[in-house]
């Protein structure tokens, strides 16, 4: 059984950020639930790269549009790379198997009638590429507010307007065709008011896909971009689509267009089209221009994915929108991953490697968990079915809950000292709560899977995780005597400041390294930008140059250093216990002889590192030009040892 679904194929005109890995993590669940049910899953990914502000971009970054589009498309594949997001076909619209895709799409729909050539003069919106009809020249875009442009061109024009009760008809026959139940009611109230005829080819844009002998008409880009969901699987017997997992923007191009199109062409419909809500940050739209905009690799390197997948799938409702702050995402880490989950698994293995040697004792466990794990169990799968994951994982918490209350109430440390009939009754608590953590990861596994996996390794599974099926969800399918695996801590406990900050810095260093990319200057922060001197350096403050020590140390002895024609091996008194071990590239200016007894200036509170298997406490101070030998700052007055400069 196959189940092809899809995330958008996401526009080029931004690198990727949190809002584009929230979809894309989210199909990476689906997919994972789909093969637990036991589907052929295939997921497709890709980036949707033609058109005019792409082409206004890439002039902007100084690039040609392919250029352009090359670097941010390798940006989103190592985007989900790095995430572990498992795509299996990634689609760019400027590859050549996709150009012929569009243009058999155009050619059934023309053959079909539903095409025709028409002129279209008035206002026009260059970022959203659509026309906007019974605008005045000047008049703002109804859909992004910014100022139209006075066009006038011919083109091809697609019969939407022929579609309005058949795509009515598909939505009552298919109820479950859009979802969530409020997209829904959107596209039928905007179907009900009747629809326009579309333009789907360009003369004002040159970065497209041709239309079939018409050198001078590009594709308008939904026409382009929604075919690559069939481009991606063509000749593979996987179209149509079970589901297109979007955003709410992009709802009406693929409930109302993308249907009408296929229709149009004969060819087979998607089954599903889901569209989730936004993730706002601290309840602000994300954007470009407020400077909040957060990207997923931070996250990744600090808290692991799963930390950022949980906080997603946990914290936004899905369907509706949702905020995410690093306060937030770090507690969610805390309270409900290293606390919960990790609590549970860490607790249960240590007592089974404790009181039983590591082998899991045979036992049918207690039938009153069993029973309450196997109905909420139940439930949460009905859950996952739905895309329903902040209510599935609310299921798995609670049974966690309840299997720590039974934990607790049994005492286990109490009869692990008592005799034979106390023993019986601990290998019932043992067995229950390791069946319990076997049924809880596999049933995350979907969303955790990478802590899932560990958690499923350290309870001694040989099998992959991946291999598990929903039928293997049931209780009593975890065999006594099974030897468990090394126990390690999965979710360690995050410091809320500490790893906030790393974060944001990372995700700092992150914009500038895209900048980089694409040959943009980081904007300066305009503070920094300031405080620099005329020699360029950066201004630092009284308190800033008071962290240096700088002391004044008499050289005791000096040595060469074998195998290297630069560095010399010091050891200078700085009024301490013992003289100070310092390595100093100045081999190349002076015999170590001539060293001896000489004072000079050293950096005393330098981390200690190691050159040539030698530690070097310390650096000695010494001033020269690029390319000249270094000469050792001192003194023309004597000034004892030990003295600080200041
Ligand atoms: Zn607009």
Known sequence: MKYYLTTPIYYVNAAPHIGHAYTTIAANTIKRWKRMQGYDVVLTSGTDEHGQKIERAAAAAGKTPQQFTDIISAEFQRQWEILGLGIDRFQRTTAANHAAQVQDLFRRCLDNGYIYKGSYSGQYCVFDELYVNDAKAGDPCPECGRPTETVSEENYYFKLSAFQQKLLDLYEKHPDFICPETRRNEVLAFVKQGLSDLSISRTTIKWGIPVPNEDKHVFYVWFDALTAYMSAVAGENLWPADLHLIGKEIVRFHAIYWPAFLMAADLPL?????????????????????????????????????????????????????????????????????????????????????????????????????????????????????????????????????????????????????????????????????????????????????????????????????????????????????????????????????????????????????????????????????????????????????????????????????????????????????????????????????????????????????????????????????????????????????????
Request: charged share 25%; proline share 5%.
């Open 270 to 646: 998607p089954k599903q089209i889901f569209a989730h809500g936004w993730l706002l940050f601290e309840n602000d739209k994300m954007s470009k221009s407020r400077g909040n905009i957060v990207r997923a690799t931070p996250i990744h390197t600090v808290l692991g994915t799963d930390a950022l997948r949980y906080f997603l799938m946990r914290e936004v409702v899905f369907g509706q929108d949702g905020s995410f702050s690093y306060d937030a995402l770090v507690g969610r880490y805390n309270s409900d991953l290293a606390n919960g989950l990790g609590n549970l698994a860490s607790r249960t293995l240590a007592m089974i490697h404790q009181y039983r040697n590591g082998v899991i004792p045979a036992c049918d466990g207690n039938q009153q968990i069993a029973q309450s794990v196997q109905e909420i169990t139940a439930i949460v799968m009905e859950c996952l079915d739905r895309f329903e994951f902040s209510k599935a994982l609310e299921g798995v918490w609670s049974v966690i809950g309840a299997v720590d209350k039974y934990i607790v109430e049994q005492a286990p440390w109490k009869l692990a000292k008592g005799g034979d009939p106390e023993a019986k009754r601990l290998d019932e608590v043992l067995y229950t709560a390791a069946e319990a953590l076997r049924i809880v990861t596999a049933t995350l596994a979907p969303m955790l899977p990478e802590s899932a996996a560990k958690i499923w390794a350290q309870l001694g599974f040989a099998t992959p995780l991946d291999a598990v099926k929903t039928a293997d969800l049931h209780w009593g399918h975890l065999q006594g005597g099974q030897k468990l695996g090394l126990a390690g801590a999965v979710f360690p406990r995050a410091d809320v400041k500490a790893s906030i900050e790393k974060m944001m810095e990372l995700e700092k260093s992150e914009v500038a390294r895209q900048m980089e990319l694409l040959g943009q200057k980081p904007q300066p922060d305009p503070v920094a930008a300031a405080a620099v001197t005329a020699s360029g350096s950066p201004v630092i403050t009284i308190d800033d140059f008071g962290k240096v020590d700088l002391r004044v140390g008499l050289v005791k002895d000096a040595a060469a250093v074998k195998g290297s024609d630069k560095l010399l091996h010091l050891h200078v008194d700085i009024g301490e216990a013992e003289p100070r071990s310092i390595m100093a590239g100045i081999a190349g200016a002076y015999k170590p002889e001539a060293l001896v007894g000489r004072k000079v200036v050293i950096v005393a509170n330098l981390a200690p590192r190691k050159l040539r298997g030698i530690e070097s406490q310390g650096m000695i101070v010494a001033a020269s030009r690029e390319g000249d030998v270094p000469v050792l700052a001192s003194f023309l007055e004597d000034v004892p040892v030990g003295a600080r400069l200041k």
